[in-house]
């Protein structure tokens, strides 16, 4: 079995802060397998009907695992799984816990409400680079084009069924479970026209025609895919109304290997892998930091950065994302360094191996490769 080195050591972090880790992501990302693959861990999977009879004496089952691990995946099986986990992070310390869970459980307001202060929190992304070097490889091509998820990455040829039958069981298993919103054609029309556009300026207005249904509809669509991690809002980041986008996000998939699907993509061009790899860039950026608190720049002459980090009481931080470092136009950057002069400015190349700097008028851009530019943070 592959060991996802960096998240095992997240999950080890995790444990030193609480006793209960709420371990969550969307379906198939690799929950289980990263569960199984922890060693000196008693595992109980709460799909099978003699483990949910074991869990219904909470108090029971703890008591008989003091001072044990234990991996309590597919949790939302349970009839109350967050109470079950507030007993133990409040009378049972000693027993380290790993829960995992549909994506809705973690986004309903009774689990959020019910464990707040309890648990760490730990957000499984599709694979990150490190992922690629512990499953055997860095094939950075293939990873695009399949995704993320470990085993549509794994597929000797490209898996499309998979991506329907992914969309099938998230919609019934994840969606209609909590949120009943009753149309599945319509839900299912925005999510394949959002992923086709994913990375580009959400407007409500242009889904209405094609899903039949009103703007507050779209929003709640677009306010439900974001809840359960499969759509990234990414907000922009303004301080001059006048000039800038203050209001439309930018919206991402969840994953590339989706967003190749929808867009009709069974191999890729050089053309292509910019905006894949811009979608690369954020998902390592939330795995690795955990962090869903990425904006973009952008004014009202067209003019963008692709993402901008703002630390507490620091200046901003500006990130452009090229496939290779040749493409990089400093125009945008020194528009943004003229209104903020404040901050370090990076260029995430896939074709960096050992950062450099260069100059721009006074501007230093630093081009960094993908762990350098964390390695920065």
């Not at 949910?52 to 949790?75: K, P, Q, W, Y």
């Not at 998230?170 to 994913?198: P, T």
């Not at 954020?282 to 630390?311: A, M, P, S």
Request: include cysteine; charged fraction near 25%.
């Amino acid at each position: 079995m592959k060991k996802r080195s960096f998240w095992i050591e997240q999950i080890g972090k995790a444990w030193e802060r609480r006793s209960v880790i709420w371990l969550s992501g969307v379906r198939r990302v690799g929950k289980t397998f990263l569960t199984q693959s922890l060693t000196d861990a008693e595992y109980f999977d709460c799909e099978l009907p003699r483990v949910r009879a074991m869990l219904e004496d909470a108090e029971g089952f703890l008591r008989s695992l003091r001072g044990h691990t234990v991996i309590l995946d597919e949790t939302h099986r349970l009839q109350n799984p967050s109470e079950l986990l507030k007993i133990a992070a409040d009378h049972y310390p000693d027993v380290r816990i790993l829960a995992t869970g549909s994506s809705t459980l973690g986004a309903s307001a009774k689990f959020k409400d019910t464990l707040t202060g309890r648990k760490e929190s730990l957000w499984l992304t599709p694979m990150l680079a490190q992922d690629l070097v512990d499953f055997g490889g860095a094939d950075l091509a293939k990873r695009l084009l399949f995704g993320g998820m470990p085993p549509f990455y794994l597929s000797e040829t490209l898996p499309e069924r998979d991506f329907q039958d992914w969309m099938d069981g998230y919609w019934a298993k994840d969606i209609q479970e909590l949120f009943h919103l009753g149309r599945r054609q319509a839900f299912q029309r925005f999510f394949e026209l959002l992923i086709a556009q994913s990375g580009g300026i959400f407007e409500a207005s242009r889904f209405t025609g094609p899903c039949e249904v009103s703007r507050p509809t779209i929003a709640n669509y677009l306010s439900v895919l974001e809840a359960t991690h499969v759509a990234h809002v990414v907000r922009p980041f303004s301080s001059n109304k006048a000039a800038e986008i203050i209001s439309a996000p930018k919206v991402y998939g969840f994953d590339t290997g989706f967003v190749c699907y929808y867009r009709g993509w069974r191999e890729l061009r050089r053309e292509d892998m910019g905006l894949l790899w811009e979608h690369y860039v954020l998902n390592e950026i939330q795995g690795r930091l955990q962090t869903k608190n990425v904006l973009y720049w952008r004014d009202k002459r067209g003019h963008e950065i692709d993402f901008v980090i703002v630390g507490r009481g620091k200046p901003p931080m500006a990130i452009e994302c090229k496939w290779s470092a040749a493409d990089f136009d400093p125009g945008n950057l020194k528009l943004f360094r003229d209104r903020y002069p404040e901050g370090d400015s990076f260029v995430a190349a896939a074709d960096v191996e050992k950062q450099f700097i260069r100059n721009y008028r006074g501007i230093d851009v630093t081009f960094v490769s993908l762990p350098g530019l964390i390695d920065k943070f």
